[in-house]
């Protein structure tokens, strides 16, 4: 009995078409499992058995225990947002748009990309690294050959909790950040509460907080489904888990500010 | 029962199962022995559907497993317990919950049940009053023994072993095998096992065959493998690091 025999070398010439054809392939392979990958969990998702359970822990996990980095991080964004554009309006003498201006800026941009790669670090990470460890002690096998589907115990409920919780946290960003803006700019600098809330009232309106929701619902599915795909996809042992989860935080990062852009140029 | 029939698969151009053959009847103890990657947790995982050969078949009472998918697999699966080599249980549950988590997600059996069954099967394994535990916080044998309870939870028609007793004390090995075989003669389940355990596995196998270099190179009853005069078989059983003339036994094949 044997192999598939192995085809005969390419001349040195043609070394380097074979090599960049072998990439092409390569690349074209992991972006079609990648894909595959997404379409399978989102038809998973409306179909039953649900695992409500699942879901809840999930929340927890990429939800909940994020909470307090949003927020801190909203904070600070928004106190640097507000010194920093109170700066910048007061050589104009335009003070009076500072609230708008932070405001738009956190709710149709910041707040939506900070947020999302902030829960990258701290979630994300984390979904990779549970995942992988599974993975590599034969946990994801053992759900395999008890006849129970992995994607369903583990990205499905991981990608519906980034939908439900990534706009709610990114709303809870938005809010704190305005306040930190607030914090800087009214009770540091002098501007009156009146002028930093009541221009804000006046420039931002519901479609600039639609883009913002949409974003963050966008990245809700990114990032788990990045995460999970590199945790179900990992190397083996302890670098391999390693290096999955490197590569999850740095192509969610990257894919999140690629998407920003895209979205922000088509949304209104 | 199971049938493995020319069984081919290669990694990249690293041949690993050269056209296996291997027979398994029903209600007997399989033990599957070799050197290390030789291939033997491979065969393992075509025969459960994890990996999916390059040619050949696995027949599993006739029908052919490596061609089904999905729905179909699964219910072939349904038939089936897995001990895994480090038990893989679910380290986010309690002893318990891993032991309970097949019954509650493939059955519908109300929680008292289950909970019977469960505190049934922990005691069986002799882990009474250990379901609190999570598996961190146990021993190597005892995350053994649950990984066996839960594979026989769902009480299956064929448990496969992959070195269920590796890395144990030689006092803990007969343990571990004394409870599988007691738990065989009780439900009569057909056993498939991974093992380096030499001599100890000549004490529960009802046959045995082994592997080298991804071929059955002799398959038998216990006795008569303890008796072979085939080199390769030899060397492994003494332990011997004489090399052993490759052709003197691969020729042998077959898996009856």
Redesign the interface.
Known sequence: ?T??G?AAPFPMSLRGVEALGRLTLDLAESLGRFGRFLAQALLLVFVPPFKLGRLMDRIHFIGSRSLTLVILTGAFTGMVLGLQIFLTLSRFGAEGFLGPAVALALIRELGPVLCAVFVTGLAGSALTAEIGIMRI???I??L?????SPMRYLAVPAIVAGVISFPLMTAVFDVVGIFGGYLVSVKLLGLSQGTYFGEMQTFVDLSDIMVGVWKSLAFGILVPWVCTYKGFHCGHGASGVARATTQAVVLSSVLILVCDYVMGSLLP | MIRVQKLYKAFGDQPVLRGLDLDVATAEIMVIIGRSGGGKSVLLKHLIGLLRPDSGGILVDGTDITRLRGAALDEIRRRYGVVFQGGALFDSMSVTDNVAFPLREKTRLSAAEIRSRVEEKLEQVGLTGMGDKNPAEISGGMRKRVAIARALVNEPEVVFFDEPTTGLDPILVNTIHHLILELHQKFRFTAVMVSHEIPEIFGIADRVAMLHEGLIVESGPAEAIQASANPIVRQFIQGDIEPVGRAAGVSAGGGT
């Open positions: 009995m192999g598939p192995s002690t034969e946990q096998d053992a395999t050959v008890m006849a129970l």
